[in-house]
């Protein structure tokens, strides 16, 4: 099986026709890929991009093809799905202001050149959640870029489709999540076209790692929120004087390790209902 893109935390194969998407255990912060892996975030993680798919299958039709037929040695952490024409869109959709959109938006009080209100601060909830594509730039940062220019890289209804599905998604997520005490700040989505020109839901939807997940019980609008699922290596990795954030970084403390790996095995329960098993 032949690797043709690796990620982060994530590989791709391509396996005859069908791509293979492989969740890994490790966990990055600050863009840093920690070297210590987190037993079970890739299975918990594809699980419930799986329980997502499902349920997004009425707003947009998706990648998987199947979850079981996948090699023994990536059983629960991989997805064999079709292979798609990708779009060069980061689809991001903002329901609350922080990271490099609060950035962008002190600096032109805009975000993807949309327009927001005055007087929002860090972890402000958006008047309505917004759509702020990005390029998918090949090494550093992705750069924001406007509606116009998304149109004219792939055309008007094609973007129009994309904000649409993208803001859907986004918001079906919140709401879903809202229920169980969570807030989704923001995700990240990856379209496809199938080769009919259907376009597809691809890559992870709404994980702790497209996403900002905060504890909704915790928001404090006006000062950085704590992340569900990576506080814990964050607050542990800032109490290190002499690591400098540059690979590989230090071993995570056993500790540390145990409860991150509760925290996603919480993000999968009280998104999903269901028991990890
Ligand atoms: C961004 C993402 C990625 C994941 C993991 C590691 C590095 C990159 N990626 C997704 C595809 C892709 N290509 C064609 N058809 C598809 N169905 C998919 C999907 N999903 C290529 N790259």
């Not at 987190?38 to 329980?51: A, E, F, N, Y």
């Not at 499902?54 to 023994?72: G, K, M, Q, T």
Request: charged share 25%; net charge negative; glycine share 8%.
């Amino acid at each position: 099986m032949e690797l043709v893109h690796s990620g982060k935390v994530r590989e791709v194969y391509a396996d005859g026709d069908d791509l293979i998407l492989v969740a890994s255990d490790r966990v990055s912060v600050y863009d840093v890929v920690l070297p210590t892996p987190i037993p079970d975030k890739g299975r918990i993680l594809t699980q419930l991009s799986l329980w997502w798919f499902e349920r997004l299958a009425d707003i947009v039709p998706n990648h998987v093809v199947s979850a079981a037929d996948v090699p023994a040695e990536w059983a629960g952490r991989a997805i064999r799905c079709r292979r798609l024409e990708m779009l060069p869109v980061e689809c991001i959709a903002r329901g609350y202001l922080t990271g490099l959109g609060l950035q962008e938006y002190r600096k032109n009080g805009t975000v993807s050149g949309v327009a927001l209100p005055d007087g929002l601060t860090e972890a402000s909830q958006l008047p309505e959640p917004v759509f702020t594509p990005t390029t998918k730039a090949a090494e550093g940062h992705d750069e924001f870029i406007t509606y116009d220019e998304v149109a004219s890289g792939i055309g008007a209804d094609t973007a129009d489709r994309l904000r649409e599905l993208t803001l859907r998604i986004y918001s079906r997520g919140a709401e879903t999540a809202a229920e169980r005490g969570i807030v989704i700040a923001d995700t990240k989505l990856e379209f496809g076209r199938a080769p009919d020109g259907t376009i597809v839901l691809a890559d992870e939807v709404l994980t702790p790692d497209s996403s900002r997940f905060w504890p909704a019980d915790q928001w404090r609008p006006g000062q950085p929120q704590n992340s569900l699922d990576k506080q814990f290596v964050r607050d542990w990795s800032s109490t290190l004087a002499d690591w400098d954030r540059t690979p590989p970084g230090p071993r995570i403390p056993d500790d540390i390790v145990e409860a991150t790996r509760a925290r996603y095995v919480e993000c999968y329960e009280r998104i999903t209902g269901e028991s990890w098993r």
